[in-house]
């Protein structure tokens, strides 16, 4: 059953050194402030699970806190490149980054057969490209047809973090709008944690909702405006100014340490 914490209490009791750990939310719902959280307990060695990291995660590697990312796209967006990971990669400031990059559906069927406990998952996809050569898939033959497909090995971090709009008081978590993997991430992890924007006696019916049943969550914790500066749904809008001012500070090292020691 979810236990109700402060952030700081359930950062600490989840998240370890050396942890495989996914930041999830597509757009929407970014669980920014556990970001922030992992950043002041000078977490490291963490492998960086995404689908798309943005700023959070550009904020996370430039701490330090990441020895190695899985993704499938990564950028500031609508602006452009995130400057402390490309940092990271190409002059291995603050420290060297180990990268493994999969596509899009790559990353959601890892996610989907972590959750159902499945060891890989099977898609038509990769074909085609140099992808397969750089990363870690396997072509396996289709036992009925013969097609030749490609296998993807399940993801199951550590520990999932997802921002929800709320909680009711027994764990349960009510999330809307644009989702993405959130389910499936925390469905295939050992542990996780929500951050949601408030804690209600009723999770009240909410067309296209998705619930996860308490049994399924480690720990809760409220954090009005977790988000921030993307957007949750029926709370806050996305602080497009916000995004564009990331792109000055990541793009010097000064500045950053500047950031990093008011944060």
């Known amino acids: ?147 030749v497909l490609t296998a993807v090995p399940a993801l199951n971090p550590d520990v999932t973090v997802i921002h929800a709009q709320r909680a009711d008081r027994r764990g349960n978590v009510q999330l809307w709008g644009i989702t993405g993997v959130q389910k499936e991430a925390v469905l295939a992890a050992r542990r996780s944690l929500v951050t949601v924007e408030e804690i209600v006696d009723t999770l009240d019916p909410r067309p296209g909702a998705v619930v996860l049943p308490s049994w399924v969550v480690t720990a809760v914790a409220a954090v009005p405006g977790g988000a921030r500066p993307s957007y949750a749904q029926g709370y806050y809008d996305r602080d497009n100014d916000a995004y564009r001012a990331w792109d000055a500070v990541s793009r010097d090292r000064a500045a950053f340490t500047a950031w990093l020691e008011r944060l």
């Open 1 to 147: 059953m979810a236990e109700l914490m402060a952030l700081p209490e359930a950062v600490a009791a989840l998240v370890r050194d050396g942890d495989t750990v996914a930041l999830e939310g597509f757009t929407h719902l970014i669980p920014v402030a556990a970001g922030h959280e992992i950043i002041r307990q000078g977490r490291r060695d963490l492998t960086l699970v995404r689908m798309t990291p943005d700023v959070v995660y550009d904020q996370l590697i430039g701490a330090g806190c990441a020895r190695k990312l899985v993704f499938s796209w990564g950028g500031n967006p609508g602006v452009g490149s995130l400057h402390r990971f490309r940092d990271a990669v190409e002059r291995q400031w603050p420290l060297p980054l180990e990268l493994e990059e999969h596509s899009h559906a790559g990353m959601a069927n890892r996610y989907v057969a972590g959750a159902s406990g499945l060891p890989f998952a099977v898609l038509r996809g990769y074909h085609g490209t140099d992808l397969p050569a750089h990363t870690v898939v396997k072509p396996i033959a289709c036992p009925f047809t013969g097609e």
